[in-house]
């Protein structure tokens, strides 16, 4: 009697596995069909995902990613008649049967013994991988997936909308797209740079700076590469905290965008940041000879001072001068390099006898006047700078104007 009941079970099993074949079959009628039901056609597919003689085939998968690519091109098509296509309705169905098709391909990927004892692919797995080429090859030329992305741009969804854009953009690298012919049909053109670029950028506003930053490393070493792929790779490190890769970023883009003032200016702010001076000024000089702007000589200047290099400062600030004469900023600057001096000086003479300190303080007081055509230049141009109007009051006290100081 037990061995009936046996029996009887494993009929009843053999029996639903066969429904489920069919069920199979008929999901994939009901999607092709010239009056499709996907609806219950994707009811149909649920019960063959899990039951156990059908959830392991690759054919079961494929159809199941079937349903959505037939529902998708049926929404592609409204707009040959004149209709209007619902991209929400496409992106759900391509990014539903892209999971399937991930899955089927992994199933039909796995070889079989032939006749001869070899390890081949199953006749009929080669035909669904085949298939799923072709297929997500049309997914890769309707843009689907980031049409539907948009939606989720505009309510700020930033998460979602960065994986519809990884999604198009990892279909070149599907190991089922690897075919040599598959490949030169999707061309790696600057408008797939540009798609790249938008997918690290919705990755950075997404916070997932690791991601973010293997899109931009890619476009950077790519012939696509841009200066905005540069300036979010740095920012991607910066917030990873990782300096050191920030800081090779910055290097990589002085030598690819030469022209571009922002990355030159970084990696100076940088080299200030960690009071590696030398090397700033080194930078600056090369600013300089590409392009010989004002700020470049402001920069430098200031550095040479803090350094306490004052005759380079003057003669720094001097040739920025000459490129803009009323530029009140250099003015200021070009005053601190003697009030630096004049401060530098004061230490010293902290030390000395009564006699040797009255001499070093006509010093001190003769460098310090050196500054007061250069404030009083400064305020003069933009007298409504409070930071140039405090260092001119401050430079009137120490030098006992105080009725100047009083008047300002």
Excluded at 357 to 379: C, G, M, S, V, W
Aim: hydrophobic letters at 40%.
């Amino acid at each position: 009697m037990k061995k009936m009941f046996l029996l009887a079970g494993a009929v009843l099993v053999s029996a639903i596995g066969m429904a489920q074949v069919k069920d199979v079959k008929k999901a994939q009628g009901l999607a092709l069909s010239e009056v499709p039901n996907f609806e219950q056609a994707r009811q149909l597919i649920e019960g063959a995902k899990t039951n156990p003689e059908t959830k392991d085939q690759a054919n079961t998968w494929y159809v199941a990613g079937l349903i959505g690519y037939q529902q998708s091109e049926t929404e592609l098509n409204k707009r040959y008649l004149g209709q209007q296509a619902d991209f929400n309705v496409i992106g759900e169905a391509q990014k539903e049967s892209y999971a399937c098709w991930l899955k089927a391909d992994e199933l039909a990927s796995v070889l079989v013994q032939d006749k001869k004892g070899n390890m081949v692919m199953d006749k009929k797995n080669v035909t669904i991988k085949k298939n799923i080429a072709a297929k997500m090859l049309d997914y890769w030329n309707n843009q689907g997936l980031l049409g539907y992305a948009g939606s989720f741009y505009e309510n700020q969804d930033y998460a979602t909308t960065y994986e519809l854009y990884k999604l198009y953009i990892d279909i070149p690298n599907l190991p089922v797209m690897q075919d040599e012919k598959t490949q030169a049909k999707m061309l790696r053109d600057t408008m797939y740079a540009d798609i790249c670029q938008n997918a690290g950028v919705l990755a950075y506003f997404a916070e997932k700076y690791e991601e973010s930053a293997a899109i931009f490393a890619e476009l950077l070493e790519s012939e696509h590469r841009t200066p905005t792929a540069g300036e979010y790779l740095y920012s991607c490190y910066l917030n990873m905290k990782d300096s050191a890769k920030a800081y090779e970023v910055m290097d990589q883009c002085i030598a690819f965008f030469p022209n571009v003032p922002t990355f030159m200016q970084a990696r100076i702010s940088a080299y200030v940041g960690q009071k590696d001076y030398d090397n700033a000024v080194a930078l600056l000089d090369k600013a300089i000879a590409q392009d010989p702007q004002a700020q470049y000589f402001n920069s430098k200047g200031t550095i040479l001072t803090v350094q306490g290099k004052y005759d380079q400062a003057v003669e720094t600030f001097k040739q920025g001068l000459a490129i803009e004469p009323n530029n009140a900023e250099l003015y200021c600057n070009y005053g601190f390099v003697y009030v630096e001096k004049g401060n530098k000086l004061n230490e010293e003479a902290a030390y000395l006898s009564d006699k040797e300190y009255a001499k070093a303080r006509k010093e001190i007081d003769a460098t310090n006047k050196q500054a007061l055509p250069l404030f009083e230049k400064a305020h003069q141009l933009d007298p409504d700078n409070y930071d140039y109007t405090r260092s001119l009051k401050s430079l009137y006290y120490r030098l006992g104007m105080i009725e100047e100081y009083n008047a300002l």
